[in-house]
């Protein structure tokens, strides 16, 4: 084995608080598209930089009075959105800030005169210089967790500025809660992570499911992790679509993995998962209830849900690269050639 398993990042809590540090930018964000008339929203990226806006994308279909979109950055492109003006605010992510379709779906926003906020790892990427506003992260190993953090507070931001009913300085305790909350949830996770990555290595094909917010965490296990960093075969399904089709191939031999939140869509993963259970010997669950969140109240639990799956599925991704001895830096084409 060459591949060494790569630890939880050292520097998980130092990027979580310096991404709490932005909440006054983001309230002030906030403050300003709303007082200049918010219309719409849109959350633009590629990847894993798309990944990380579904749970915003679901708390803000969920509670906000105005529409949210969220499509990936070349569809917004070609699509060019009728809805897209000046009362947008689009909402681009790219980790490098360089992303072609992401700089491209930017000058559209700007050239119809959308609010542009990026959120991305470094304040002088082209992106983040391009953007009107930029929420940064600095980290290259401390990723979706931070990026879920500094959506989630621009999300709560909006809300409470457009008057939302909620206990805004309770959210706020949830996010002040997470770098111990997250750093514990990683920790305590690490031996069921080995357990399935073990178990999973020499799998043909692995499908994953996810529902409500938690569905971006099952689409970038699949896509992200699998696909991309371990040339595994990988689906993600909804896990009510699920039923619809994809389940028709499901055996005892076929592996399924279902991630459970505690939000309100839980009892479609739920229903999935006792499916898989009963039709498959390999079937693997990732729930956030069996961890401890510490500091995070029973009722908010909910919030957190989607940025912990998140954050595990990093974590079976570290264990398969080094029980499949397969460095999640690898690639065949990604930068590699033209596409």
Not at 270 to 276: K, P, T
Request: aromatic share 8%; proline share 5%; with cysteine.
């Amino acid at each position: 084995m060459t591949t060494p398993l790569d630890p939880i990042p050292a520097d998980l809590r130092e990027t979580l608080e310096r991404a709490l540090d932005q909440d006054p930018q983001a309230r002030a964000l906030a403050a300003d598209v709303v007082g200049r008339g918010l219309s719409n929203v849109f959350l633009v990226g590629c990847g894993g930089s798309l990944v990380v806006t579904y749970p915003v994308h679901y708390l803000l279909e969920r509670e906000a009075a105005f529409p949210t979109f969220q499509m990936t950055s070349a569809e917004f492109n070609f699509r060019r959105p009728a809805a897209l003006g000046g009362g947008s605010l689009v909402l681009v992510c790219s980790h490098t800030g360089t992303t072609p379709e992401t700089m491209e779906a930017a000058r559209i926003a700007e050239a119809a005169g959308a609010t542009v906020a990026a959120v991305t790892r470094l304040p002088d990427s082209e992106l983040a210089r391009s953007a009107d506003v930029a929420f940064t992260y600095l980290s290259d190993d401390t990723l979706w967790e931070a990026v879920y953090v500094l959506f989630g507070q621009i999300g709560y931001a909006l809300l409470e500025r457009t008057g939302v009913d909620e206990d805004h300085a309770g959210i706020r305790r949830v996010f002040e809660a997470l770098p111990d909350a997250m750093l514990s949830i990683q920790q305590e996770s690490e031996e069921l992570c080995r357990d399935i990555a073990s178990r999973l290595a020499d799998e043909r094909i692995v499908y994953v499911l996810g529902s409500g917010p938690n569905y971006g965490a099952a689409y970038g296990l699949a896509m992200c992790y699998l696909q991309e960093m371990q040339w595994m075969h990988a689906a993600a399904f909804n896990a009510g679509e699920f039923f619809h089709g994809a389940f028709e191939v499901i055996t005892e031999e076929i592996p399924v993995i279902v991630l459970l939140g505690e939000d309100e869509t839980r009892p479609i993963a739920e229903r999935a998962l006792r499916f898989v259970t009963e039709h498959s010997r390999k079937a693997f669950a990732l729930d956030t209830r069996s961890f401890a969140m510490p500091g995070i109240e029973t009722h908010r639990r909910p919030i957190v849900s989607p940025m912990a799956l998140g954050g595990v599925a990093g974590r079976l991704a570290a264990h398969l690269a080094a029980v499949r001895d397969h460095s999640l830096d690898i690639r065949r084409y990604m930068s590699k050639v033209p596409y």
